[in-house]
């Protein structure tokens, strides 16, 4: 079975400055997805990234990239320019590419990003 | 982008009644919803999987009889909590995935907190 681990409960990180969230993942799957996911204290997901394991490419979408890393089942976040409205629970998830799992998220414990101004 | 509407947003009631929560895909057909449950400070935890017009699949220890979860069109999915209890007071969030492509992602509801008194 897969798993999801986000081993830093909390981190903080000044306004403005870069901040890299950790995840790794266990699995013996070649082709799957992996997500981050932002939970502000309004408790609405929000999706913030994508990767799709077959594309070596790391994805980016504006201050949030990513390094994957597939040999070692690494997946980190990094936020650039830090900003107060990043303040949130980021979650970790991995999803099969294969339809037999019915698409389902398996997610990590969250880590909860402070911001200080 | 894809829009899913859950509803109500937080709901208060006495112990013993049955609550009805709804969620909607509004401007895509779903296939597949997911229902979560979600305690304070941690993280998702998958409840069930239903695919429209067959049975939901749950996951193991959720009681079927105790959430009642309804997949009757490709826009509309139903968690009915019945016979309520102080203990299943938490946050409750829906999910759904869209036809197509392996890679298309969840789109979450705002979630709905449930109070039982």
């Known amino acids: 079975a897969q798993t999801v681990t986000q081993s830093q409960p909390e981190m903080s990180v000044q306004e403005a400055e870069t901040v890299t969230l950790s995840c790794t993942y266990d699995?013996?799957?070649?082709?799957?997805?992996l997500f981050w996911y932002k939970q502000p204290p309004s408790r609405q997901m929000i999706l913030v990234i994508r990767?799709?394991?077959?594309k070596q490419q790391n994805a980016t979408e504006n201050r949030f990239s990513v390094n994957f890393q597939k040999a070692a089942k690494s997946f980190s976040l990094k936020i650039s320019d830090s900003q107060l409205g990043d303040a949130a629970m980021y979650f970790c998830?991995?999803?099969?590419?294969?339809?037999?799992?019915?698409?389902?998220?398996?997610w990590g414990a969250g880590t909860k990003l402070i911001i200080k101004p | 982008g894809a829009v899913v509407s859950q509803h109500p947003s937080w709901v208060i009631c006495k112990s013993g009644t049955s609550v009805k929560i709804e969620c909607r895909s509004l401007?895509?057909?779903?296939?597949?919803m997911f229902w979560y449950r979600q305690f304070p400070k941690q993280s998702l935890m998958l409840m069930a999987t239903?695919?429209?017009?067959?049975?939901?699949?749950?996951e193991q220890g959720v009681e079927k009889d105790k959430f009642l979860i309804n997949h009757a069109s490709l826009t509309l999915s139903t968690l009915t909590v019945t016979s309520a209890h102080p203990e299943d007071s938490s946050f409750y969030i829906c999910?759904?995935?869209?036809?197509?492509?392996?890679?298309?992602?969840?789109?979450f509801g705002d979630g709905t907190r449930l109070s039982i008194l």
């Open positions: 999910s759904a995935r869209g036809t197509g492509w392996a890679d298309q992602p969840q789109h």
């Open positions: 401007d895509f057909q779903a296939t597949t």
């Open positions: 239903s695919n429209e017009g067959s049975k939901a699949t749950y």
């Open positions: 699995t013996s799957e070649s082709d799957y997805y």
């Open positions: 990767q799709e394991a077959y």
């Open positions: 998830a991995y999803r099969s590419a294969g339809g037999w799992s019915n698409y389902q998220l398996i």
